[in-house]
């Protein structure tokens, strides 16, 4: 050990670093874990609702198969999306969707590129896939910067996400387009996951561009995951390319009525309107509390267009604190990159117990440190 590695080894004996992280520990809760970690909305349905729904089940023939074109939610969801029926494709939450068209594009491309960092399913699907993939860094100063966007040299499947995750931020409309303009040969994959909580959409670009898929979900800003239903709007070609790799009725009948009731019934609408403003409310105000903590030493925390907010902690020894804190106490948060903690916007409640948590955590993190300083200057 060296004499600073010394001090800093007296200093947490002095402290008794492990006892204070105890105390914060010992408030384990016994009620079950809090879920921020897969960007959920934490408001269900109103029971009422749900129950509309349930009544509406037992009406429908289970022992049939579903219909096999789903010419009626089609309809409905390319209204939805403001394009015809020949733009959509359903699918049993955009995953499956994603699968479906990294197995199909393989076929015909060389490679594909996806942004680092991006949701990790994309890095399984194309290794599943066995379709080579370049990363487009946007990572450094988290923003989508054309001047890094690797080699394209042979068509390729260019899949981005906006508003991305698990950064949170948006890729402008015009940087879409200048892309698209540049690689009019490769397919590009544009998914808005979390499209209802910020950014503007690429859905109107779908008529102008045939190499372009638009990915919807109803799981994030609909709040419905439970349900597994997702779509992709592209040109009728490309569609109908992408529908020789569907397997047979994707879409179960209980997912069909809840979703056709979600685009249609204002109960529903209104209601799910309710729990998205309210979710970005919360998140505008975590933010700002969040980022009135932060600091040059400790984390920052990135603005974020979507249902969660990414924290960069410059010190890995704090961020090892705050993760053993929340883990005691039950709380779940996802850590998808190095450095970085990724915290799905839960209720008010849960809200302002992890924001409890981190303000502790941090607190004895700069008396420590302060005490540090004193010891080593002394
Ligand atoms: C960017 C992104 N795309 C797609 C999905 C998949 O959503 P689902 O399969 O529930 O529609 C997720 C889920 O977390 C995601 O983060």
Redesign the pocket.
């Known amino acids: 050990m060296n004499s600073l590695e010394l001090t800093i080894a007296n200093r947490n004996q002095k402290l008794n670093l492990a006892k204070i992280e105890q105390i914060l520990c010992s408030e384990v809760e016994a009620n079950e874990a809090i879920r921020l970690h ?2 959920e909305t934490p408001f269900d349905i109103p029971q009422n609702l749900k129950q509309q729904l349930v009544d509406k089940m037992n009406d429908l023939a289970w022992n049939r198969y579903p219909e096999f074109h789903q010419t009626k939610l089609n309809a409905l969801v390319a209204k939805e999306a403001g394009l015809s029926s020949e733009n959509i494709l359903l699918g049993n ?4 969707i ?1 699968q479906q068209i990294v197995n199909c594009c393989s076929k015909f491309l060389s490679e594909a590129i996806i942004e680092n960092p ?2 990790t ?1 994309y890095h399984q699907v194309c290794q599943n896939e066995r379709m080579p993939y370049k990363e487009w860094n946007i990572n450094e100063n988290d923003s989508f910067d054309l001047s890094n966007f690797p080699q394209v040299s042979e068509p390729s499947l260019i899949i981005l ?1 906006s508003p ?2 698990p950064t949170g931020a948006i890729l402008a409309l015009s940087t879409l387009e200048t892309l698209l303009n540049q690689y009019n040969n490769c397919v590009f994959v544009v ?1 808005e ?2 499209g209802e909580f910020g950014g503007e959409s690429a859905l109107p670009l779908v008529n102008e561009y045939p190499n372009l898929l638009v ?1 919807k ?4 800003g609909y709040g419905l ?1 439970s349900v ?3 779509y992709a709007a592209g040109s009728a070609s490309l569609i109908q390319l992408l529908k020789k790799y569907a397997a047979p009725f994707t879409i179960n009948i209980f997912t069909e009525l809840v979703v056709s009731e979600f685009l249609t019934n204002p109960l529903y609408i209104n209601a799910l309107k309710a729990n998205q403003a309210r979710v970005k409310n919360l998140r505008d105000f975590v933010f700002y509390l969040l980022n009135e903590m932060s600091g040059e030493t400790t984390f920052k925390v990135l603005p974020s267009a979507a249902n969660f907010l990414m924290l960069r902690f410059f010190d890995a020894e704090l961020l090892e604190q705050v993760k053993n804190v929340l883990s005691a106490r039950n709380i779940l948060v996802s850590y998808p990159i190095a450095q970085s903690l990724r915290l799905t916007i839960g209720s008010e409640v849960e809200m302002s117990k992890v924001i409890r948590i981190i303000k502790q955590v941090l607190n004895q993190y700069k008396a420590v440190s302060n005490q540090l300083e004193e010891v080593i200057i002394s």
């Open positions: 897969c960007n939450g955009s995953s499956q994603i991006t949701f399913f996400t991305n995750n998914d996951a979390y990915l979900t109803l799981s994030k995951p597994r239903f997702g």
